[in-house]
């Protein structure tokens, strides 16, 4: 299957699901790697481009590949993540390497996040671990620029204060 | 970044705010896998249909369902209880391609569609890829271990089967002991006990669990002690449940694993401390759906059998016990009355009939006579 898109030149190419897997699969991978782990990733990220493979001929680069294959990973992960009862954070923060204190602050910066609601934990990761400007996020979550920064603000004050509240309580 | 700065600009708390966001971007999401496995997958996709064809497909399989359905329901009621604990695989459920129009190149509703209408299909996947078991296995490093749980796949149906069922027999004590002898022949157990002899008439009920596979093997069994006076039986799906804890179960012990390898990582006395409080949680959550899915397995595995065992005829008749039992006696016997009055109806009909020969002349002369004396 095949579509046109126009590239940065504005100059209209073929779109093939094959090269948006060599383009995007470590991308989308990565991104439901975070969501529902890293076992599963690989299930949804296949599931991302299926799906992406039946309504290619729909997709008539108003956005970017990147940003429609993301949609389509975020209903994949939130439909998983429904199904297992999971939560939506990394977890393999612990896994990375680095110094003693970092693990442990990394711990307890995954425990801030789940203190967040849903919404404010989905921009936050968006916007930090996916890399999407405040622009995308609203196109990805479907809400004006001014909410996607809103809640980020009060996502950020969120963890700072789940951070030092955990702190506290341990000194 | 920058638009985290813009966001946080002359607050006070900017430098926390940046130094979390780098926390968080160091996020560690493994190397990718599966990417040659899609692209097979992709060079043989399924087919995909148009509108008319989906209308054809779907009205010719939903008839064909229809004549399915007509023909193994009567089979079905007959075998229900032949069912296991682990009946039947969903695999068979909302495997059909379909295809969604849509205007625009939002992909959220299309996605969300498409996951839905996959997701059934899906349900019968094992619950477990390697990967994930391969989580699961003890780990342990300077003593610390994970409690880790073994899992097994967790679909297929799960059924919790219930039973009752009332026997007439001679001897109360007997039957008890030849009742307790079959369960122990099942590999299962006498849960509750109790005999009320007297003379005349006794009663007895029993409790019994046995092994899900053998408790149709149970009733039949059973239903040769004595004459049978009623056998009930039900079966309550707990497949959700089950599956849903056992997911969240999963999802501690991974938990577990995790912060088990941090531990065992740290060094520091303090930094200890603070992981093995988190430990402690996680655990106290894991035990709990520990103990739920053990607890959800044991009721489909195992099947209850309410006996009643009756010996002679109650002395005091209808009248004893509830009022539910008295009307029933006396419904019951306004229809035997009714049945009689049937039967001798059907009688007189027939003999009626079977003497037409001589009552019909008889009939005919005396109509005959009356109109000429007339």
Redesign the interface.
């Known amino acids: 299957m095949m579509v046109l898109v126009q590239d940065s030149k504005q100059v209209s190419i073929p779109l093939k ?2 090269k948006l ?1 060599e383009d995007h ?2 991308s989308v ?2 991104f439901c ?2 969501r529902v ?7 949804a ?11 290619l001929s ?6 970017q590949p990147r940003t ?2 993301i ?2 990973a ?3 992960c939130r ?1 998983v993540m429904r ?4 939560e939506a954070v ?9 110094s ?10 995954r ?1 801030a996040l789940l203190t967040l609601s849903e919404e404010h934990r989905e921009v ?2 968006l ?3 996916d890399g999407f ?2 622009d995308e996020i609203a196109t990805l979550v ?1 809400v004006p620029v001014g909410t996607v ?1 809103s809640r ?2 009060h996502a ?2 969120g ?2 204060k789940a ?1 030092s509240t955990s702190e506290r309580g ?1 000194n | 970044m920058q638009e985290l700065k813009d966001l946080f600009r002359n607050d006070p708390q900017e430098a926390e705010i940046i130094e979390i966001a780098e926390v968080l971007r160091s996020v560690d999401s493994g190397v990718p896998y599966g990417r040659e496995e899609l692209l097979s997958k992709l060079k043989n996709p399924t087919p995909v249909k148009n509108r008319t064809s989906i209308l054809r497909w779907g009205l010719g399989s939903s008839a064909l369902g229809l004549v399915v359905v007509a023909m193994t329901i009567p089979s079905l009621i007959g075998t229900h209880s032949n069912l296991t604990n682990e009946v039947a695989s969903p695999q068979a459920v909302g495997t059909g391609q379909m295809m969604y129009m849509s205007d625009k190149d939002d992909p959220a509703p299309e996605a969300k569609r498409e996951s839905m209408e996959s997701s059934s299909a899906r349900a019968s996947a094992p619950s477990l890829t390697a990967p994930a078991s391969a989580l699961m296995k003890d780990k342990s490093v300077d003593g610390f271990y994970s409690t880790s749980v073994p899992l097994e796949a967790t679909y297929g149906v799960y059924l919790e089967r219930t039973g009752s069922a009332t026997i007439k027999v001679e001897d109360l004590g007997r039957t008890a002991d030849e009742v307790a002898g079959i369960v122990q022949n099942y590999k299962g157990f006498v849960t509750a006990k109790s005999i009320n002899d007297s003379q005349d008439f006794g009663t007895g009920s029993m409790q019994i669990r046995v092994p899900t596979v053998s408790f149709n093997a149970l009733q039949n069994d059973i239903k040769k002690l004595g004459d049978l006076v009623s056998l009930n039986e039900n079966s309550q799906d707990i497949t959700a449940e089950t599956v849903d804890n056992t997911s969240r179960m999963y999802t501690w012990a991974q938990e577990e694993l995790r912060l088990v390898e941090l531990l065992n990582k740290t060094s520091n006395f303090e930094n200890k401390m603070r992981v093995r409080r988190q430990l402690n949680e996680v655990r106290a959550n894991l035990e709990s759906y520990r103990a739920n899915v053990k607890s959800l397995r044991e009721r489909a595995n195992f099947s209850t059998l309410s006996l009643t065992l009756q010996r002679g005829d109650n002395p005091n008749g209808g009248m004893q016990g509830s009022n539910g039992s008295w009307s029933r006696n006396v419904g019951r016997d306004a229809l035997g009355g009714l049945k009689a009055v049937g039967q001798t109806a059907g009688t007189l009909g027939i003999y009626a009939l079977v003497f037409t020969p001589v009552w019909l002349p008889i009939a005919i002369m005396g109509y005959l006579l009356k109109r000429r004396s007339r």
């Not at chain 1, 003693?100 to 910066?109: T, Y």
């Open positions: 699901i094959e897997v699969y470590d991978f990565r790697s975070v782990g890293f076992h599963r990733a690989g299930d990220a296949q599931e991302t481009f299926l799906t992406a493979q039946r309504v729909k997709f008539r680069g108003d956005s429609w294959l949609g389509i975020l209903n994949e439909r199904e297992r009862q999971l990394p977890a393999e923060f612990a896994s990375s390497g680095g003693e204190s970092k693990l442990v602050n990394k711990e307890a910066l425990m936050v990761l916007h930090e671990i400007t405040c479907k920064k980020l603000h950020f004050i963890l700072r951070m341990e």
